[in-house]
């Protein structure tokens, strides 16, 4: 989406990363004789003098009354969506008066604007920006709302379709003991076999689950095929708390699973993997889990 910038633009994630909204091209209508109004306008001047005037105020508190930003925010997403949300309410509603849907129109809409930034510089700047779960929540029903942008697909916890390569979906028993789901990204890149994982959080025995997984396939590559080396790569991998119950521990033979199916093998893009406790290599038998369906996309 960012590659008609200028080259030396293209590729800086930390200019794209201060881009509050990005509206892509194929969103704007083109002119119509329809579009035209025969009524009467702002002179320019009348309306630039307007927009420098409304400049001193601010509607970014308006999101406070009514709904909460999720956990995968960070400050500068927050700041974002705040301006967003706060300008349309500075162009469709000049008297200051809304309501609740009001504003959930416009979150959704900043929400998504800021998305398209945060999956561009995900490509762009690989596992550092793999927040890109945004999502809102009701303060009267504390329901949480995930948005995904339209040309992703739906705002399911799995998109239909086909995914990502390297992405598996599970299902596990986080750390409050709850039932939830979980994604895992991998990535691979030129290195020398260095493998490092976020969004673990601090538990030991989460860690420990995804560091068995990687031994154990460093240990054992050559048995799935001669041709598999890992001293010349480096494995990125980041854990979601899509439901946020706590990260689970029962992650191993998920990640296993991108190991010995790696998302450059075309036939394996997309299969769905059922697991039982006695298929289990013996390393990761201790680390339980429950019966777990992952989606390898």
């Known amino acids: ?17 201060r881009m509050h909204y ?5 969103e704007i209508p ?12 702002f002179v320019v001047d009348y309306l630039a003098e ?18 909460k930003l999720g956990n995968n925010l960070n400050q500068r997403d927050v700041i974002a969506v705040r301006k967003t949300v706060s300008g349309m309410i500075k162009l469709l509603y000049l008297h200051g008066e809304y309501s609740r849907e009001d504003v959930a129109e416009f ?4 929400l998504i604007g800021r998305r398209r930034v945060k999956e561009q510089l995900k490509k762009i700047g690989g596992m550092e920006f793999y927040d890109v779960h945004f999502s809102y929540i009701d303060r009267e029903t504390l329901e949480e709302k995930f948005v995904s942008v339209p040309e992703q697909g739906g705002g399911k916890f799995i998109p239909e379709g086909l995914g990502k390569p390297g992405h598996v ?6 750390d409050s003991g709850m039932i939830g ?16 994982r976020t969004g673990l959080g601090s538990r030991k025995e989460v860690k420990e689950s995804i560091d068995t997984a990687f031994r154990y396939f460093t240990a054992n590559c050559k048995n799935v095929s001669s041709g598999i080396t890992t001293k010349n790569k480096d494995y990125l991998m980041h854990a979601t708390d899509l439901q946020g119950i706590g990260m689970s521990a029962e992650l191993a033979l998920a990640e296993l699973s991108v190991y010995v199916h790696p998302p450059s093998t075309d ?4 299969a769905w993997w059922y697991w039982a406790i006695s298929p289990f290599p013996a390393p990761l038998r201790k680390f339980p889990t429950l019966p777990m369906c992952c989606r390898f996309v």
């Not at 990005?22 to 194929?26: I, Q």
């Not at 307007?50 to 709904?67: C, G, P």
């Not at 979150?107 to 900043?110: E, F, G, Q, S, T």
């Open 1 to 17: 989406m960012f590659a008609p910038f200028p080259e030396g633009m293209a590729n800086d994630s930390a200019f794209f990363d």
């Open 181 to 196: 789901v979980f994604k895992l990204e991998n990535q691979a890149v030129s290195g020398t076999g260095k493998f490092e």
């Open 50 to 67: 307007y927009l420098r005037e409304m400049r001193k105020q601010s509607f970014a508190d308006a999101i406070d009354r009514y709904f």
């Open 267 to 270: 036939r394996y893009r997309r």
């Open 169 to 174: 979906y599970l299902v596990g028993k986080g």
């Open 107 to 110: 979150l959704k809409y900043a």
């Open 30 to 41: 083109k002119i119509r004789p329809e579009l035209i109004t025969h009524s009467y306008g």
């Open 22 to 26: 990005y509206l892509p091209g194929w």
